[in-house]
């Protein structure tokens, strides 16, 4: 596999949208719903894992050279549950989402070095707003209720007109989603209670294939757009 990144540890990289093409399509699995009790009890303790790990990081900061599990990204704060080691390439991240509502701007759609294997968890109230460029294909599995609610809509701010295709994990409900290697998305949360747990299968693999210094989620991250889009483009019509 070739290399992605231009500037293998640049946390903000971003390539020309008009001339991007995702290589395959995301696939999501639905998987559950919860009783609004036990979503919450879930999301509240990974989150709360999550924030105290960041509390740990503000008191007592990684010296640099070091190793640094709690880290911020576009979509929410974020903590490396578990690191690679010799013969183990994979990690798995823990992400509080931020409520886009709150911050008032959307994160940006963007791709990653690697793959990746999302599940994402709401509790009441908060949605999950999942996009990327091209259909999401999602697959069957044994979910109660309605066929998640999906759309199609203009990219917000693009330079170029790019279709916007999005499906909406509900509140109180887990669901897969597997992230090919080069594949945009974007994820925004709407409403206070979200969480993902993330597994990098490939993680030492990917950044010694680009380069990297170290294991940073923003320098393996790159991005399809300059600056980012206010609250409006990414919570609920």
């Not at 639905?30 to 303790?45: D, G, I, K, M, S």
């Not at 640099?64 to 903590?79: H, I, M, N, S, W």
């Not at 690191?83 to 994160?107: Q, T």
């Not at 203009?154 to 992230?179: F, G, Y």
Request: net charge negative; glycine share 4%.
């Amino acid at each position: 596999m070739t290399r992605m990144k231009r500037s293998p540890d640049h946390e903000d990289e971003h390539i020309d949208l008009a001339t991007h093409t995702d290589p395959d399509r995301n696939r999501l699995t639905p998987l559950l719903r919860l009783p609004p009790e036990p979503a919450l009890a879930v999301v509240t303790a990974l989150a709360a894992v999550v924030r105290a790990a960041h509390a740990r990081e503000r008191e007592s900061p990684t010296p640099p050279g070091t190793l640094k599990r709690a880290q911020e990204f576009e979509e929410g704060d974020v903590y490396m549950a578990e690191a690679p080691f010799e013969g183990f390439f994979a990690d798995r991240y823990l992400m509080d989402f931020y409520d886009v509502r709150e911050r008032g701007v959307c994160s940006r759609m963007h791709l990653h070095t690697g793959l990746r294997f999302v599940r994402m968890m709401t509790g009441p109230a908060t949605t999950i707003r999942v996009s990327s460029l091209v259909p999401i294909t999602v697959l069957d599995a044994h979910w109660p209720g309605t066929p998640l609610r999906t759309f199609v809509d203009a990219l917000p701010d693009a330079p170029v007109p790019r279709d916007r295709h999005t499906v909406v994990v509900p509140e109180n409900s887990w669901v897969d989603m597997q992230i090919p290697r080069g594949v945009s998305h974007q994820f925004n949360a709407v409403g206070p209670h979200a969480v993902i747990d993330s597994v990098h299968p490939e993680e030492s693999i990917e950044t010694l294939r680009e380069g990297m210094s170290g294991y940073r989620m923003m320098a393996q991250t790159i991005f399809l757009a300059e600056r980012r889009s206010t609250a409006d483009a990414c919570t609920e019509p």
